[in-house]
């Protein structure tokens, strides 16, 4: 397993071998099974598997839990060889973004609801330095966790709109045994706070309970998600949504599908989830 932070490194050793299909999993670090999972996914679909380690500082608003973000750069390294990688890029900020750097990739539209109106720069941040890793690495596969739901979204219509030549996969979101969506930020949570976030996945799945049992008006939707967050006195809801998984614009009513999605703080940790549904079929099926 090669480690480098350098990118001509990367580059030359993306060449060593032409021809081979690569896969690419982009993480900020501090891995867990959902990483681990998209690592495996990407392991059984290509040749060579490379996997960046970048907490990157223009997807982070000011305020937001930068400084605070978990690393544990040795345990990483220690599950990724574990998982037979075979190119693990950690870049330096200065690497990233070096003096002089003044470049950015804004995907218009999808950007702008859910996550976007809560951190309006965020996917400005994730785009662009997808972009980049998309253009050292060259990979055949870039993979994708469906828990960043909207995420996968901005970096499709990026993909598409600026001709990357890579296929998008994205995998499905793994959870803890009580429905917790696994995350990173899980670990910032004290005990009380771990135990309310599990409102998260019974609002989620209470939802698409009532969906399945043919209720379409997606206000009642939102309202039964806010009502069982609102159970858990330390949950403080940044928003709920109802909608169209596609454009992402909300829903009046569900006539195809739709993405359930909720943003929540508990404390100053703010953790996401998502659940999509379609008449017939939906994930909690
Ligand atoms: O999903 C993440 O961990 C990040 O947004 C990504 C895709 C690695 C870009 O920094």
Redesign the pocket.
């Known amino acids: 397993m090669m480690v480098t932070g350098d990118i001509s490194m990367v580059r030359s050793h993306r060449w060593l071998n032409p021809g081979l299909e690569w896969g690419l999993v982009?993480?900020?670090g501090y891995l867990h099974e959902g990483?681990l999972s998209l690592v495996r996914s990407a392991r059984s679909q290509n040749e060579r598997v490379a996997v960046?380690i970048?907490?990157?500082p223009t997807?982070f608003m000011p305020g937001e839990d930068l400084k605070t973000y978990p690393t544990n750069m040795q345990r990483d390294l220690e599950l990724l060889k574990h998982e037979n990688a075979d190119l693990i890029f950690m870049p330096e900020n200065a690497v990233m973004y070096p003096a002089g750097f003044q470049t950015a990739i804004s995907v218009d539209d999808v950007s702008q609801p859910l996550e976007g109106s809560s951190r309006p720069t965020h996917f400005r941040?994730?785009a662009t330095?997808?972009a980049k890793?998309l253009n050292i690495v060259e990979p055949t596969r870039i993979y994708?966790?469906q828990k960043?739901a909207q995420?996968t979204i901005v970096?499709k219509r990026m993909v598409e709109d600026l001709n990357f030549n890579c296929e998008i996969i994205i995998c499905p979101i793994v959870r803890e045994s009580d429905g917790l969506a696994m995350s990173?930020r899980n670990i910032r949570l004290f005990k009380d706070q771990r135990r309310a976030a599990t409102s998260l996945y019974k609002a989620l799945s209470a939802a698409s309970k009532l969906f399945r049992n043919g209720q379409y008006d997606a206000s009642i939707l939102r309202k039964l998600m806010i009502y069982t967050i609102s159970q858990e006195p330390l949950a403080k809801i940044d928003y709920v949504s109802v909608a169209d998984p596609l454009s992402l614009e909300e829903l009046v009513f569900i006539n195809d599908g739709a993405l359930f999605s909720v943003a929540v703080f508990f404390g100053d940790v703010r953790l996401i989830d998502n659940m999509l549904v379609r008449p017939q079929f939906n994930e909690s099926d």
């Open positions: 982009p993480t900020m990483h960046s970048f907490v990157n997807q941040g994730v330095v997808v890793l994708f966790g960043d995420q970096i990173s």
